[in-house]
């Protein structure tokens, strides 16, 4: 199994937290797994599957988190680095060039 890429992470609150990146297959089954019946992606869901897969230090649930703002940065941090567009929101002058 080869190894997977890891990102250190540092919220606002200054809490640190390690991604690592389960590898393609793992990234579809948790998209498939966060989906209710109809389709539509549960945040609970998706949620709990970033964090047992994903965030790898420290453990969390989504009940360990006193803080709605601390547990949303964290995981849509953790899936904008697995989906590889954690840098398109960095950058605002990124998709804005004019050719000239």
């Known amino acids: 199994m080869p190894g ?3 990102k250190e992470f540092v919220s606002q609150s200054g809490q640190t ?7 393609v297959r793992a990234v579809s089954k948790i998209n498939d797994a966060a989906k209710n019946k109809f389709g539509v992606v549960s945040e609970e869901r998706l949620s709990e599957e970033i964090l047992k897969y994903v965030v790898v230090e420290p453990k969390r649930k989504i009940d360990d988190f006193d803080d709605y703002r601390e547990y949303s940065e964290v995981v849509n941090a953790a899936y904008l680095f697995i989906s590889g ?3 398109e929101r960095d950058d605002p002058s990124e998709g804005s060039r004019a050719e000239g």
């Open 4 to 6: 997977f890429k890891q």
């Open 85 to 87: 567009q954690e840098g």
């Open 17 to 23: 937290y390690l991604f690592q990146h389960p590898g």
